[in-house]
Nanobody, 129 residues
């Protein structure tokens, strides 16, 4: 059974950091592109970052609103993708989801929900003082 499980969310003060994990079971995550998305209350889900498959050099992509603050990476041995989030802001508060799909070419790609078919259940991130 293909499964993605996010973890690492929580409550953090503005300016703080969190590292989200997306662990896969039932399939080899390195064969797939992985995207991080978020959805705040009353807002549409938006793409945050993505990393291409290992075969596509694990190239990374970021939405403008997280560039310089968030870093996506993968650990092949642990079958896990991470999202390191630094300098967090209250507007980063949302449920964060990871998803797996096929690579989409383009150096300026921002992850789109329609490109990903397998989703985790989400983890809550709250940035508040």
């Amino acid at each position: 059974q293909l499964r993605l499980v996010e973890s690492g969310g929580g409550l953090v003060q503005p300016g703080g950091s969190l590292r989200l994990s997306c662990a896969a079971s039932g399939f080899t995550l390195g064969y797939y592109a992985v995207g991080w998305f978020r959805q705040a209350p009353g807002k549409e889900r938006e793409g945050v970052s993505s990393i291409s498959s290992s075969g596509a050099s694990s190239s990374t992509h970021y939405a403008d609103f997280v560039k310089g603050r968030f870093t996506i990476s993968r650990d092949i041995d642990k079958n896990t993708v991470y999202l390191q989030m630094n300098s967090l802001k209250p507007e980063d508060t949302a449920v964060y989801y990871c998803a797996a799909g096929f690579d989409v070419p383009g150096s300026d790609y921002v992850p789109r929900s329609a490109d990903f078919s397998s989703w985790g259940q989400g983890t809550q991130v709250t940035v508040s003082s």
